[in-house]
């Protein structure tokens, strides 16, 4: 190589001209990292679209329909006929009792049961375990247990109210609906307490300190530190609470077969009848979709509202 074609190229390293531009239809490496992302979750979303939103789309397209097989277009002639079918009012309106009762007391005795184990206590270990069993439990495994309890003739719970010389009762004719919300309570508090209970160990002990060197009672401490911060966890116990309580259907199926009369008749049971029963699966697609709106909508209320009231010290 001769002298000149050196200088050449030491002349064309030490060359201060910027780099050739580079071509448009290369991307930027933000760009292909979030592109190789979304083709790695493109299967999943494909799968969450299939069965979850095709389902829903195939339930309001047969809610059009009438019918044992919903081949009969009707439009929204099973929409008005909900509304004006006293049956459907009277299971709504037990669903939203029977929603607000397993609400309001998943809430208050889970709250309570995680304050009472997050004491230095001993075997308190045990006894979350134990409170949780239920919720582990399969629903049809709990109905089946309860209704043999609450039987008026062999029941348990009758044979010690009688060994006690106290009068037995027929729960599920006399109380029927406070039974059912009474079984669920049990199945789900264990649930509740363990959300609460996870809660509360994550509120930092300063703000306790703080409050214990200002003179705040314990009573004081839980309403103005333990239940402000605790909101983001009430409100997630609550929009499950609510999203189960509006879809029971083996309290009522199991226990008592939706009597006496309709006073168990939950929405959901109610359209199970009207699909199974009465053969009518455009009808009960109508309902299951109003039951979507009404879920959602009590979601996003609640989302709403809780929001507004969550704290941050």
Request: hydrophobic share 50%; charged share 10%.
């Amino acid at each position: 190589m001769s002298y000149s074609d050196l200088r050449d190229a030491d002349a064309a390293v030490t060359d201060d001209s910027p780099p050739p531009a580079r071509p448009r239809w290369r991307l930027s490496m933000s760009r292909r990292y979030a592109l190789t992302a979304y083709l790695f979750l493109l299967p999943a979303f494909a799968f969450f679209g299939l069965m979850f939103y095709g389902p829903i789309i195939n339930i309001f397209g047969n809610s059009l329909r009438t019918g044992p097989q919903a081949d009969t277009f009707t439009g929204l002639d099973n929409y008005i006929q909900a509304f004006q079918d006293q049956a459907v009012q009277n299971s709504f309106i037990i669903t939203l009792i029977f929603g607000a009762g397993t609400t309001i007391g998943a809430i208050v005795i889970g709250l309570g049961l995680a304050l009472l184990v997050d004491q230095p206590l001993r075997g308190r270990v045990v006894f979350r375990a134990a409170l949780l069993v239920p919720y582990l439990t399969s629903v049809a495994i709990v109905g089946l247990l309860w209704r043999n309890i609450l039987d008026p003739q062999l029941g348990i719970l009758n044979r010690v109210l009688d060994s006690l010389g106290l009068p037995t009762q027929a729960w599920l004719n006399t109380h029927p609906l406070a039974t059912i919300i009474g079984v669920t309570l049990w199945m789900n508090v264990g649930y509740t307490m363990v959300l609460f209970l996870a809660g509360l160990q994550g509120i930092p002990e300063v703000y306790y300190e703080a409050a214990i060197i200002d003179g705040a009672s314990p009573r004081q401490r839980f309403w103005r530190i333990t239940l402000p911060l605790l909101a983001p966890t009430t409100l997630f116990v609550s929009v499950m609470m609510v999203i189960t309580g509006l879809q029971a259907f083996a309290q009522a199926y199991i226990i008592t077969g939706g009597g006496p009369g309709n006073s168990t008749d939950l929405f959901v049971f109610h359209l199970f009848n009207v699909a199974f029963t009465a053969r009518d699966f455009g009808y009960a697609s109508a309902l299951s979709f109003l039951l979507l709106i009404v879920i959602v909508a009590f979601t996003m209320v609640q989302l709403r509202i809780g929001r507004r009231g969550e704290v941050q010290y």
